[in-house]
C-alpha cells in the first residue's frame, strides 16, 4: 500500500529549528524525485513547493522563500525523506507534506509533476 508519513512538527520560537521526517512505503522510493510542500493557514493560501530532490539526490532545488535556511535529504537505503528546518520565521507556518513526483526518474520543480501526498505534519512558528 502507497503510504507518505510525514511527522516532527510542532510549536517552536521564531529562530529555532525542526527536523521532518517522511518515512515512504508501498513503492520504489529511490527512483522517484520527492519534494516538500506547503500551505499556509488562510483563505487563498496555495500549496508552496518548497525544495525538491531527484531520485539519486544529485540535483536538488529551493524556493527563494527557505533558500539558505532548509535542508533537504533523502535516504534510500530507508526510504526516508527529510526537511531540515532552521532559522524559522512566523511565515513558515504551514501544513508541511511531503511528495512523489508523477512518473519514475523525472527530475523536476514543478508542483504539477507531484501527483501523490502524505497527510501533512503541521508546523507553527511563534513568540
Known amino acids: 500500500e502507497f503510504q507518505l508519513v510525514e511527522s516532527g512538527g510542532g510549536l517552536v520560537q521564531p529562530g529555532w529549528s525542526l527536523r521532518l521526517p517522511c518515512a515512504a512505503s508501498?513503492?520504489?522510493?529511490?527512483?522517484?524525485?520527492m519534494a516538500w510542500v506547503r500551505q499556509a493557514p488562510g483563505p487563498g493560501k496555495v500549496r508552496e513547493l518548497i525544495?525538491?530532490?531527484?531520485?539519486?539526490?544529485?540535483?536538488?532545488d529551493y524556493s527563494d522563500s527557505v533558500k539558505g535556511r532548509f535542508t533537504i535529504s533523502r535516504d534510500n537505503a530507508n526510504n526516508m525523506l527529510y526537511l531540515q528546518l532552521s532559522s524559522l520565521k512566523t511565515e513558515d507556518t504551514a501544513m508541511y507534506y511531503c511528495?512523489?513526483?508523477?512518473?519514475?526518474?523525472?527530475?523536476?520543480?514543478?508542483?504539477?509533476?507531484?501527483?501523490?501526498w502524505g497527510r501533512g505534519t503541521q508546523v507553527t512558528v511563534s513568540s
Open positions: 511528495a512523489k513526483a508523477r512518473s519514475p526518474f523525472l527530475t523536476t520543480d514543478r508542483l504539477s509533476n507531484y501527483d501523490s
Open positions: 525544495s525538491s530532490i531527484s531520485f539519486r539526490g544529485q540535483t536538488i
Open positions: 508501498g513503492f520504489t522510493f529511490s527512483i522517484y524525485t
